[in-house]
């Protein structure tokens, strides 16, 4: 054991040479997830002669403090196929491994990790789901059972333990756990305000499909007798309010068309009900699921959401989760997206990066840094009720479980709901008790 002169928290790392994988994923763990000072160096003998803590990352054992024994994908470039071994480590999936007996770790996390939050995978074939989406039963994550694990998180605290036992005057700072409210606005109203020809469409085929009691209720609506069953946007403003929450609203701000059924945004209702969001709330473009195919609307959608709100929009989430590697990151990079919010898989809870800290978009095709920062998010409402089936009282216990996981490694836990599942009308019936039992949970600290 040593206690050596930490120089403002400083480490310095070897590495047999720089590269942009190796300076992104080493500043993520070292700097941003044990917020330490760090310093690379190629340098053996400046490695040798410092007397601040330090680690050694390569092929050999340099005969110092710390070494983990590197594999070669943070000193590459380009994409293959690369077939990965797995084993365990603390009882968790790892891959990467070594065979080094002088490494601190059986594995190479730093290259693990990269693979993971970089999406590696994604930009291999796969066979994609019906709206051309990566899904998760593709990922390694959710094929090797750890797909509700944030590894990358995990095995940083790990790393971080590992520094401590060494180094007893390093302080190690994690990122401290926040909750993020986050909420999706495909459809203001499931009946008011859609226009003439729209509602008519609606009365139609109501009738083709016998259900009267929609067409009781959209007569009742429109006439000023009920309310919409997708207006819950007094609950939404009171419940977080009440629990100190800003959430972000993300905003469908599009033309009409077969996966796209906002209000006409011509509307002035529809944007005086966006003016009023804003007053409760951060706002974010939802861009179309239109745009994935028609770039130049992407444009046109923020600039007008813009308009509405007076306010720069650079916030974003996907419609429908469509996240094509690398071509919609750098699309909305292009057009002033700063933070985007659509990493979670559509059929699977969890964590589809294996991380549950804000990062930043690697660029795997050229190879560098982006300035787009990526906000994984750990469950969506329709994932759990949708494609899984589940009742109330089943989907808390994994939303519970899933705020636990980041609760554990101090990461910022991000919740995906709709208006229309907070309405808590028909399927929905009993699903806004289980937002609010979310929130009161998610609220307390660890």
Not at 86 to 100: A, E, H, K
Request: with cysteine; proline share 4%.
């Amino acid at each position: 054991m040593m206690n050596k002169s930490t120089e403002d928290n400083k480490i310095l790392v070897f590495v047999e040479r720089r590269t942009p994988r190796l300076s992104y994923i080493f500043n993520l763990i070292f700097r941003e997830l044990l917020g330490l000072n760090l310093e690379i160096t190629i340098d053996k003998i400046v490695f040798k002669n410092s007397i601040i803590p330090k680690l050694s990352y390569g092929y050999s054992d340099m005969g110092e403090d710390l070494f983990i024994a590197a594999d070669s994908l943070l000193y590459e470039r380009g994409i293959t196929d690369i077939v990965l071994t797995f084993s365990t480590y603390n009882n968790l999936p790892c891959f990467f491994n070594t065979y080094n007996k002088k490494s601190a770790f059986p594995f190479d996390l730093f290259a693990a990790s990269f693979y993971l939050v970089s999406r590696y995978e994604e930009y291999l074939p796969y066979i994609n789901d019906k709206y051309g989406r990566f899904p998760a039963s593709e990922s390694i994550a959710f094929n090797k059972g750890f797909l509700q694990k944030p590894l990358v998180n995990i095995w940083s605290i790990d790393l971080g333990n590992k520094l401590k036992e060494i180094f007893h005057d390093l302080t190690i700072t994690t990122p401290t756990y926040k909750y993020l409210p986050t909420i999706d606005i495909d459809a203001a109203f499931a009946y008011k305000d859609k226009g003439f020809w729209r509602i008519i469409g609606g009365y139609l085929k109501d009738l083709r499909d016998r259900k009267f009691d929609d067409i009781n209720e959209r007569t009742n609506v429109l006439l000023g007798k009920g309310k919409d069953p997708f207006d819950s946007f007094d609950y939404i403003f009171q419940l977080h309010k009440s629990y100190n929450f800003i959430p972000i609203f993300f905003i469908l701000c599009a033309d009409y068309g077969n996966n796209d059924k906002n209000l006409p945004t011509y509307n002035w209702k529809f944007q005086s009900l966006i003016r009023h969001i804003a007053d409760y709330g951060e706002i974010g473009i939802h861009p179309s699921f239109a745009s994935n195919t028609e770039k130049i609307k992407l444009e046109k959608e923020i600039k007008l959401l813009s308009k509405i709100t007076h306010s720069e929009i650079t916030k974003s989430r996907q419609h429908f989760l469509i996240i094509n590697m690398p071509e919609t990151y750098r699309n909305i990079s292009n057009h002033g997206i700063k933070n985007d919010y659509s990493m979670g898989f559509a059929a699977n809870p969890g964590f589809r990066a294996s991380i549950c800290t804000p990062f930043y978009f690697y660029n795997l095709e050229h190879e560098m840094i982006t300035s787009l920062k990526i906000n994984p998010f750990a469950y969506m409402e329709g994932t759990l009720k949708d494609y899984m089936g589940l009742d109330t009282d089943a989907a808390y216990i994994i939303i519970k479980d899933l705020i636990d996981e980041v609760k554990a490694v101090g990461g910022t836990f991000i919740s995906l709901w709709h208006n229309e599942s907070l309405g808590g009308k028909k399927r929905w019936k009993g699903w806004p008790e289980i937002y609010e039992r979310s929130l009161q949970y998610g609220r307390i600290l660890p």
